[in-house]
């Protein structure tokens, strides 16, 4: 056993049922090791591989010691080049586990989020949906090595849940339309665990917010994999803090509400679908386009960058895209200067006693501008450092006209941590929402993107956006 551990307490114990010494550090990069040593070898476990551990029942004879299982998920990569991962669930059975492990680490009650009564019909209102085009395509891989093997370990096999896997980028929207929603307006309770980006959580709450709810609607619980590129959601709300992609937050968290906010649209403004080739309407409401989000709204640099970026060639790079889209942006080939986006904003914010005011920003042009309702765009991208989870809280972050060397400069400041906020040439603040008249002739710069969708606005018009006033989901965290 290493020496640096050696002064931490050991206790006998068993694994794979083979007597063996346990130590446990906690603390680290890894936030503990439960180190294991038997006469001629010696492993570790990691924490951040660690779901929780659980009183084993299988085949236990009487007088015999409570065993125990540790639930892990192992990450393996086959070349330094692969882009995709590869997971396994890993159960050890174990005795007699250190104290200090254990309380860290025992989960002693069931999560009831996943044990959801069935319909009088027999079908299941657990339901996993597996988006087979989310990131670089990994959700399959990990539904068949790893979730529904855990899943069966805390006795729920594949007859206890609906699995849908999807065929389209409407996949996900269809089955909440026509599965989730009907059973939600009749009182059901219903969990989804979505192995997906932000776009399947995203799809959800535009089917449900878009849609007629009843009196008796039971908000779904989704219990999120993050599956994504960037996975904003689940890195501002830690389901992502871990090697388990957040089926520790599965197993372990409870349902909490998941605030929204509403992107309104003048007259003709499209989706844009196909890499940009295609456009689609927008949902209506009062003669406006209308887009609900959970994550961000923006234009600008951001808008484009996301847009440039949706391409089959660049998700193979994973969350590298965005960065390589936003470099072309800064300096594209021609030599020319990067794109200065013009427009008027308009803030609105509450004073002191909670009234509302406009607040109009005096200059037109901008380089960056965003209004989130989380703090992570990727996992060390911290660009709302004031964000808290799930606070529902918009926060506007803009750059105005400065250069493409500070621009950079100051998003740099964010994946290190923070401090671009309180930069001179940085705008941040809490707000109740904001308006954009876009002021440009060339549709490329008129790209608004709406968690990972992208909007164009027609010449001449303009988006709004504001805090939701209903929530109709619930994020297990």
Known sequence: MPALIMDFPAVTGTALGRDVSFVYKNGGENGGTLFLSWDGGEDHIYDREVIGVIKDTRGRRKNEIQPQLILRVVTSQSSPEATKLRFAFEPLPVTNLPQNYLEAHLMTNAPEHLYVPPNKDGSRNLHVIVSTRSGVGEAQQYYNDVLSVALSVIDLNAETYQTHVTESEKSVTEIAEKIILPRANDGVAQTILLLSGDGGIVDTVNALLLASRSEKYVKPSIGLICMGTGNAMANSTGLNRDATRGLTSIFRGVPHSLPTFKANFSPGSVFLTDEGRKTEPLPQESGHGIVHGVVVCSWALHASLVADSDTTEYRKYGSQRFQMAAKALM??????????????????????????????????????????????FE???????????????????????????????????????????????????????????????????????????????????????????????????
């Open 331 to 376: 300096a594209p080939d021609d030599g020319s200067a990067p794109h200065v986006y013009k427009g008027k904003i308009t803030l609105y914010k509450s004073d002191d006693q909670g009234r509302e005011y406009s607040e109009e920003i005096p200059v037109t042009s901008t380089s960056y501008i965003i209004a989130t309702l989380v703090s992570n």
């Open 379 to 477: 996992q060390n991208l911290l660009i709302s450092p004031h964000s808290k989870p799930l606070d529902g809280q918009l926060r506007v972050l803009r750059f105005g006209d400065i250069s493409a060397a500070d621009v950079m400069r100051l998003l740099g400041m964010a994946f290190r941590g923070g401090g671009h906020e309180k930069d001179e040439m940085a705008q941040y603040a809490p707000i109740n929402g904001l308006k954009i008249q876009i002021d440009e002739p060339d549709a490329r710069w008129r790209r608004v993107c709406v968690d990972g969708k992208i909007v164009r606005v027609e010449e001449g018009g303009y988006f709004e956006v504001r805090k939701g006033s209903e929530e109709v989901v619930e994020l297990v965290a």
